[in-house]
T-cell receptor, first 113, second 113 residues
Framework: DGGITQSPKYLFRKEGQNVTLSCEQN?????MYWYRQDPGQGLRLIYY???????QKGDIAEGYSVSREKKESFPLTVTSAQKNPTAFYLC????????????FGPGTRLTVT | DQQVKQNSPSLSVQEGRISILNCDYT??????FLWYKKYPAEGPTFLIS?????DKNEDGRFTVFLNKSAKHLSLHIVPSQPGDSAVYFC????????????FGKGTKLSVKP
C-alpha cells in the first residue's frame, strides 16, 4: 500500500537533546512538508522540499533542520535551540502539479521534559 | 495575525441533518482552498478543494462554497453521519506559494446518532 510513514508515533526526550523524526513516502511524490500542531491550533509549516537536495524554510523554521537526500525521505531534526519542542509533528507529501493536495502521515507526538 | 479563521471551535449536529462549517480568510492572494478532516492522533485527510475561479465544488455528500467578495468559504455535509465526527481544518494557498498551506485552527464536528 502506498502511503507516508512516520516513526515513532510517540517520542520522549530530555531537554537539550537533538532528536530526529523520520518521514518516508512511497507515493513517488516530489514534494514533502513538515508541519507542527499545538493543542487548539492549526498546522504550521516548518520546512518544505519540492525536489531532492533542495528545501525551504516555512513559517516556523527556527530551531529545526531538515535534509532531502532521497526522494522518499525527509527527516526533521528538532534541535536544542527550539524553545518549545513538545508538539505533534506531521509530515506530508504532494505530487507535482497538485502541490496543494497534500497527503499526511500519522504524525509523531514529541514530548520534551 | 491569522490569515485563515475558523471562528467556531465546535459544532454539534443530529445524524441525517446538514453540517455547515465556515471559514474566513483575509489574504486576497489566496487562490486555492482545501478542507481536511482529522481524527485524534492521526494525520489530516484531504477532503475537498476549490479553486478561486469557481464558487462551488461538490463531491458526494460534501460541497464547498466560495464567496470571494466576502472572503468566506463553507463546507456542507449532507446528510451528516456519526463517522463524520472529527476536526475539520480549512486551508488556503496563495498564488506562487509552492504549496505552502495556511491552516485555520479547526472546527470539531460531533454528529449525534
Amino acid at each position: 500500500d502506498g502511503g507516508i510513514t512516520q516513526s515513532p508515533k510517540y517520542l520522549f526526550r530530555k531537554e537539550g537533546q537533538n532528536v530526529t523524526l523520520s518521514c518516508e513516502q512511497n507515493l513517488n511524490h516530489d514534494a514533502m512538508y513538515w508541519y507542527r500542531q499545538d493543542p487548539g491550533q492549526g498546522l504550521r509549516l516548518i520546512y518544505y522540499s519540492q525536489i531532492v537536495n533542495d528545501f525551504q524554510k516555512g513559517d516556523i523554521a527556527e530551531g529545526y533542520s531538515v535534509s532531502r537526500e532521497k526522494k522518499e525521505s525527509f527527516p526533521l531534526t528538532v534541535t536544542s535551540a527550539q524553545k518549545n519542542p513538545t508538539a505533534f509533528y506531521l509530515c506530508a507529501s504532494s505530487r507535482s502539479g497538485r502541490k496543494y493536495e497534500q497527503y499526511f502521515g500519522p504524525g509523531t507526538r514529541l514530548t520534551v521534559t | 495575525d491569522q490569515q485563515v479563521k475558523q471562528n467556531s471551535p465546535s459544532l454539534s449536529v443530529q445524524e441525517g441533518r446538514i453540517s455547515i462549517l465556515n471559514c474566513d480568510y483575509t489574504n486576497s492572494m489566496f487562490d486555492y482552498f482545501l478542507w481536511y478532516k482529522k481524527y485524534p492522533a492521526e494525520g489530516p485527510t484531504f477532503l475537498i478543494s476549490i479553486s478561486s475561479i469557481k464558487d462551488k465544488n461538490e463531491d458526494g455528500r460534501f460541497t464547498v462554497f466560495l464567496n470571494k467578495s466576502a472572503k468566506h468559504l463553507s463546507l456542507h455535509i449532507v446528510p451528516s453521519q456519526p463517522g463524520d465526527s472529527a476536526v475539520y481544518f480549512c486551508a488556503a494557498s496563495a498564488r506562487g506559494s509552492q504549496g505552502n498551506l495556511i491552516f485555520g485552527k479547526g472546527t470539531k464536528l460531533s454528529v449525534k446518532p
